[in-house]
């Protein structure tokens, strides 16, 4: 069974950094790109970034680029985001997404359950 | 960026009715279009990809059709378990971008 699990979420002050994991297992966790997808309260999804199943090409949203990284250790099955400089308008949960592809940050057929990121003084 | 719409934002209806949500792309996407539902509190769950396959798993009342830029989802009788917020997402292209939604009530 595919599972997602989030972690690293939590109140930080605008300014300020914080590293969101996502464990994975069921599945060949190098074999799949991955994203970071969230969601503002009461708003839509917002794709943020992916990686290749290498982790050798990675992919940002305009509104993060410069600011957040993503990356990956496929012998831990990890998937992570690097978060800094964060915004009041990064606040959101935070998912992680599988996509179906090794190569290609496509579809998404799996997501962890997310994971609240706060940015507020 | 392309630029996902969907229509309507919210729909109000009864089980058993038959219910369609449009979205469209700001540029062509080819098949390259994906369907999600989100209930309150949960991660989103994949419903269609590729414009038209359906996901394993997922009820055959759902259905998806398109190509280019103007899709579809129908739904063709809606069960109580249907009422959720429905999101279309376009693969062609990084950015990956996602309609706004559509909430689906009931009646």
């Known amino acids: 069974e595919v599972q997602l699990l989030e972690s690293g979420g939590g109140f930080v002050q605008p300014g300020g950094s914080l590293r969101l994991s996502c464990a994975a297992s069921?599945?060949?966790?190098?074999?799949?790109?991955m994203s970071w997808v969230r969601q503002a309260p009461g708003k839509g999804l917002e794709w943020v970034s992916g990686?290749?199943?290498?982790?050798?090409?990675?992919y940002y949203a305009d509104s993060v680029k410069g600011r957040f990284t993503i990356s990956r250790d496929n012998s831990k099955n990890t998937l992570y985001l690097q978060m800094s400089s964060l915004r009041a308008e990064d606040t959101a949960v935070y998912y992680c997404a599988k996509s179906v592809d090794m190569t290609t940050v496509d579809y998404f057929d799996y997501w962890g359950q997310g994971t609240l990121v706060t940015v507020s003084s | 960026d392309i630029q996902m719409t969907q229509s309507p934002s919210s729909l109000s209806a009864s089980v058993g009715d038959r219910v369609t949500i449009t979205c469209r792309a700001s540029?062509?996407?080819?098949?390259?279009l994906n369907w999600y539902q989100q209930k309150p509190g949960k991660a989103p769950n994949l419903l269609i990809y590729a414009a038209s396959s359906l996901q394993s798993g997922v009820p055959s009342r759902f259905s998806g059709s398109g190509s280019g830029t103007d899709f579809t989802l129908t739904i063709s009788s809606l069960q109580p378990e249907d009422f959720a917020t429905y999101y279309c997402?376009?693969?062609?292209?990084?950015?990956?971008?996602f309609g706004q939604g559509t909430r689906l009530e009931i009646k």
């Open positions: 990686i290749s199943g290498s982790g050798g090409n990675t």
């Open positions: 997402q376009q693969s062609d292209s990084i950015p990956i971008t």
């Open positions: 540029q062509s996407i080819s098949s390259y």
């Open positions: 069921g599945f060949t966790f190098s074999s799949y790109a």
